[in-house]
């Protein structure tokens, strides 16, 4: 049972423009959740993060949204650079707990 | 910087030799986590500590071991590598929250 859901496996979007990657979860209890960018032979960076009780968060290009009622996510970067294709995760947990349930990733490419 | 080490970033073995891989953080956090993750999957989580307490995920094989001596340091122990078990190895921490910091990974080939 995938919790954690990240739909599209890849995107490409062209330089300059707005990405927008997605992830739906099934888990009501989940309460906090992130954003992580993986480059190949590297571990993952994390991005941003959103607790349940904002909708918004931003940091510099990236802003992430959280419609509970949807329990979807969303990551918004803009404008997108060549240094921004990576692959992207999402990540979920619940209050207290120490493990975060994973996405399988979306693999973004930038175009010039 | 405050940051997570592993080493080696790249470990080859031959089938049925142990192997171990290390991981140090100078984040103090209390939490380190070790995951696999094969290509692009999602990342797998094989066990952790929280301080010396040890969690075991339900399915992480019998062949996979951990230490951890002191708050920096973590170890990964592959008693008799398979050639499923080729994949990178991610070490973690967090403090004990919901944010975790990963390591660059040890990219593990068995021959």
């Known amino acids: 049972d995938q919790q954690v859901k990240q739909n599209s496996p890849s995107l490409s979007v062209q330089e300059g423009r707005i990405s927008i990657l997605n992830c739906d979860y099934t888990n009501s209890m989940f309460d906090y959740f992130l954003w992580y960018k993986k480059y190949p032979a590297e571990g993952p960076t994390f991005l941003i993060s959103i607790s349940s009780i904002k909708d918004k968060n931003e940091d510099g290009r990236f802003t992430v949204f959280l419609n509970k009622s949807a329990k979807h996510l969303s990551l918004h970067i803009v404008p997108s650079q060549p240094g921004d294709s990576a692959v992207y995760f999402c990540a979920a947990s619940k209050r207290g707990a120490q493990k975060l349930v994973f996405g399988q990733g979306t693999r973004l490419t930038i175009n010039p | 910087d405050a940051m997570v080490i592993q080493n080696p970033r790249y470990q080859v073995t031959q089938f049925g030799k142990p192997v171990t891989l290390s991981c140090s953080q100078t984040?103090?956090?209390?939490?380190m986590y070790w995951y696999q993750q094969k290509s692009s999957q999602a990342p797998k989580l094989l066990f952790h500590y929280y301080d010396k307490d040890f969690n075991n995920e339900a399915d992480t094989p019998d062949n996979f071991q951990s230490r951890r001596p002191n708050t920096s340091f973590c170890f990964l122990d592959i008693r008799s590598p398979g050639l499923g078990d080729a994949a990178m190895y991610l070490c973690?921490?967090?403090?004990?929250?919901?944010?975790?910091?990963f390591g660059p990974g040890t990219r593990l080939t068995v021959l």
């Open positions: 973690a921490t967090s403090r004990g929250g919901n944010t975790q910091y």
């Open positions: 984040l103090n956090h209390n939490v």
